[in-house]
């Protein structure tokens, strides 16, 4: 488990000296190598159900209250 965590801290440091060398590509490319592993890991397993709940809440939040009569005005 301890490669793990340091294969997530140099691709947080890898994309941190991309983004400060102001290479978006290779920034991006670390942090989603960073993602995925932190993922892999289980402390990261449920974080993708997380993130799902999230934006499934937001999107119930969003929609309009339209039930009844109709749009007002």
């Known amino acids: 488990m301890g490669t793990v965590g340091l294969l997530i801290f140099f691709a947080v440091v890898g ?5 400060k060398a102001r290479v978006a590509g290779g920034a991006i490319v670390f942090a ?3 993602l ?4 892999g890991t289980p402390a990261g397993a ?3 159900d997380l993130v ?3 934006l499934s809440t937001v ?3 969003s929609e309009p209250l339209t039930e009844g009569s109709g749009a007002v005005g």
């Open 52 to 54: 799902a709940d999230f």
């Open 59 to 61: 999107g119930a939040a």
């Open 36 to 39: 995925v592993l932190f993922i």
């Open 32 to 34: 989603l190598l960073g």
């Open 15 to 19: 994309a941190a000296i991309c983004a």
């Open 46 to 48: 449920g974080l993708p």
